[in-house]
């Protein structure tokens, strides 16, 4: 190589082969960390579900074509410790509660799965990975693809998903183990703002009066 | 375009023999893949990502300063032949292109001794 | 004396043939001149074919993309090369996607939070994380999902590289900059050497 340019020129091209062993190499290295790691083995509690309903008609809730839009908020309690996901490549964690269901679709009989982040979160540092949350509310109000969401036998799971940006690779993506079945049942508010007396006695359990 | 390139090497081309020129391939090449190496195994043993970031930089540096026309790259400076003056009566100047070949051979300068 | 005599003696007295400095247009300078534009040219056109040819495989148009805004920030920032995957049937709730939606050119870069999918397709919803509202609001014709097969043309982000696409953020969008990459180059390309 005669001059100086085509020196350095010669010397940055090697550089960037190295770099680019260099990026698939840490990325490859650091998906290995995490199942080394056992971050499929997290596990999170939840507690204390409870679903709230309303009907929205405006187009931020779902409602589209005049139709009225069913929307379910939530207040949960959660523990979780995410400190697992944080390696040297871990840029943040997005961690987010969802609430996963099927419905049946009755003009096409297919089974529909679905899944609705109520809550989320960016923890940046390991410090702040350790969720521990009382009587938390949902972010977002959320609701089906059918007009109606409750029902007396609509169940939903909730669970807790992560999601690990790196530094320099790939995106990896997991669910926690759930410490307990956490199921909750979705009521049906009813339409109207007048409750029907039949309504109310089939949805509440009679209360005992002692006399 | 070619006087402007001419002048601009001049000063700045940095020429080295050519012992040199392997030389310098040769450091080049082991500064740059055991930096790369050795920046991401530090920083992976410290367990921050940013060592190796500086690391990377510290190698990019290397390479402009190990490329620059350094002592001892000239070792082996090339032996030029003696100066020889041209005293021939037949000087043939070629541009390179047929349509002069054959009037350049009537335009030799004749030289008297 | 004696030198001078050894000097005479050795000088040149067959004829010399000397290069001179000839006219531009001469076929041997043309020809260098195409060699020259040709091998740039081929740079380009392989560079340009494994680009294609990663989408063809990837299956997106466009299977590295630069981050241009912040609505996903912290997570990406301007300036970050994302690299996309289009062969997944469905993709996951929170995946990073790539869509279209008709009237905007700019292909929108956000995560999925609600998604519903049967046998025959999947609607989604998505957020950018720097946002407080959802997507709705750009999705046109006064639609309330996206469609997996129609909407997500550019696919899921899969792999990423911070900050190195910054170059390009750069030369589009500030003319001072890209006069001056231009002359940088010139100065290389001169300094360089034939």
């Given at each position: 190589m005669d001059t100086f340019i085509r020196r350095s020129q010669a010397g940055f091209g090697k550089l960037t082969t190295a770099l680019t062993f260099l990026s698939v190499f840490v990325g490859l290295l650091t998906i290995l960390e995490l199942k080394l790691g056992g971050v499929s083995y997290i596990g999170a509690a939840f507690d204390n579900v409870e679903p709230t309903m309303r009907w929205f008609d405006t187009r931020m809730f779902g409602?589209?074509?005049g139709n009225r839009k069913e929307n379910a908020r939530f207040a949960f309690d959660m523990d979780v410790d995410l400190t697992g996901l944080f390696n040297w490549n871990t840029k943040q964690v997005y961690a987010y509660v969802t609430i996963d269901y099927d419905t049946m679709s009755t003009s096409s009989g297919l089974i529909n799965q679905n899944s609705l982040v109520i809550w989320d979160t960016i923890i940046e540092s390991p410090d702040r990975a350790n969720l521990t949350m009382k009587n938390a509310r949902s972010k977002y109000s959320v609701y089906d693809i059918?007009?109606?969401?409750?029902?007396?036998?609509r169940e939903v799971s909730i669970s807790l998903r992560w999601n690990i940006q790196p530094r320099l690779g790939f995106l990896s993506y997991g669910v926690t183990r759930s410490k307990n079945q956490m199921k909750v049942v979705l009521p049906r508010k009813p339409r109207s703002k007048t409750r029907s007396a039949k309504r109310v006695v089939s949805q509440t359990p009679p209360v005992e009066t002692s006399s | 375009m070619d006087e402007l390139s001419d002048l601009v090497q001049r000063y700045t081309a940095g020429l080295i023999d050519f012992r040199g020129q392997e030389l310098s391939e040769k450091i080049i090449s082991k500064i740059v893949y055991s930096g790369v190496g050795l920046a991401c195994v530090v920083g992976y043993v410290t367990q921050d990502f940013m060592i190796m970031v500086y690391g990377l930089g510290v190698v990019a540096v290397l390479i402009l300063i190990f490329s620059l026309p350094l002592p001892i790259y000239k070792k082996n400076p090339p032996t030029w032949l003696e100066y020889t003056p041209i005293t021939s009566s037949k000087v043939i100047i070629d541009h390179g292109d047929k349509k002069t070949t054959s009037a350049s051979a009537k335009k030799t300068a004749t030289k008297t001794d | 004396m004696a030198s001078e005599a050894q000097k005479e003696a050795s000088s040149v007295t067959a004829p010399v043939v000397v290069r001179g400095n000839a006219g531009y247009l001469n076929p041997k300078r043309i020809r260098k001149s195409l060699t020259q534009l040709l091998s740039v040219c081929m740079m380009f056109v392989s560079g340009y074919m494994m680009y294609q040819s990663a989408g063809v495989i990837a299956n997106s148009a466009s299977p590295a993309v630069v981050v241009l805004s912040g609505s996903m920030e912290p997570a990406f920032q301007r300036g970050d090369i994302l690299f996309l995957w289009n062969n997944e049937r469905n993709v996951n709730i929170g995946d990073v996607v790539v869509y279209d939606t008709g009237s905007r050119t700019i292909p929108i870069v956000h995560r999925v939070v609600h998604e519903h999918h049967n046998a025959n397709k999947q609607l989604l919803l998505t957020k950018g994380d720097n946002n407080e509202r959802n997507d709705i609001g750009l999705?046109?014709?006064?639609?309330?999902y996206l469609d997996r097969q129609r909407d997500i043309t550019g696919g899921v982000v899969k792999g990423y590289v911070p900050k190195l696409g910054y170059i390009t953020i750069l030369l589009a969008e500030n003319p001072k900059f890209k006069i001056l990459f231009l002359g940088g180059m010139l100065l290389l390309h001169l300094m360089s050497g034939d």
């Open positions: 409602a589209i074509d059918q007009s109606a969401f409750g029902s007396l036998n | - | 999705y046109e014709n006064g639609r309330i």
